[in-house]
């Protein structure tokens, strides 16, 4: 199985900060990489897939970047409504595997 | 909108089995894979299985851990997927995910976008 190692596990931020969080795969995974977001209680909620690509009705202020191992998760500026956990997930082979996730609060 | 509500989660005991049910609505069921994913207490999350679309005559591939313990089947009469539960070990204790697959199968390629709220199944004596 594909390992990801996700990094932070946690973080804590100001409103209006730029938040990044980072993700590796333990082999080449191309571009097929997803990031969700997950508030406890409700389905977790697809942000970009294809690495960068942006699902539809999500605000621009989150992206990501990266490609074959390396890949980045972006808010560029914070929201409370921003609170919650990351996840994001390889889809090359089966299974599908995720990162540990990362907390995100607001300080 | 694309909903998709588990239920059929509880209590059970190690041994017996258990049947999820993932009843969605907002988009031409039988065209999509779906795809079952949980997450133990305090666990990272784990893909169960998933099972095809019409055009792939409902195909249905399984995590190892799984394996021959569960089966995933569909009725796209009434748009609703099932997670069959055989064999239960205190280890599937989780929180269990019904999700739509972008496609009709689950290839290289080929991701998860949207997912229900969880239903909890809690396996103990």
């Known amino acids: 199985d594909i390992q990801m190692t996700q990094s932070p596990s946690s973080l804590s931020a100001s409103v209006g900060d730029r938040v990044t969080i980072t993700c590796q795969a333990s082999q080449d995974i191309s571009n097929y990489l997803n990031w969700y977001q997950y508030k406890p209680g409700k389905a977790p909620k697809l942000l970009i897939y294809d690495a960068s690509d942006l699902e539809t009705g999500v605000p621009p202020r989150f992206s990501g970047s990266g490609s074959g191992t390396d890949f980045t998760f972006t808010i560029t500026s914070l929201q409370p409504k921003d609170i919650g956990s990351y996840y994001c997930q390889q889809y090359d082979n089966l299974p599908p595997t995720f990162g540990g996730g990362t907390k995100v609060e607001i300080k | 909108e694309v909903q998709l509500v588990e239920s059929g989660g509880g209590l059970v005991q190690p041994g017996r089995s258990l049947r999820l049910s993932c009843t969605v609505s907002?988009?031409?069921?039988?065209?999509?894979?779906m795809s079952w994913f949980r997450q133990a207490p305090g666990k990272g999350l784990e893909w169960v299985g998933f099972i095809g679309g019409k055009a792939y005559g409902g195909t249905t591939e399984y995590a190892t851990s799984v394996k021959g313990r569960f089966t995933i089947s569909r009725d796209d009469s009434k748009s609703i997927a099932y997670l069959q539960m055989n064999s239960l070990k205190t280890e599937d204790t989780a929180v269990y995910y019904c999700?739509?697959?972008?496609?009709?199968?689950?290839?290289?390629?080929?991701?998860?976008?949207?997912w229900g709220q969880g239903t909890l199944v809690t396996v103990s004596s």
């Open positions: 999700t739509r697959v972008r496609g009709a199968t689950m290839v290289r390629g080929v991701f998860v976008d949207f």
């Open positions: 907002g988009f031409t069921f039988g065209t999509y894979a």
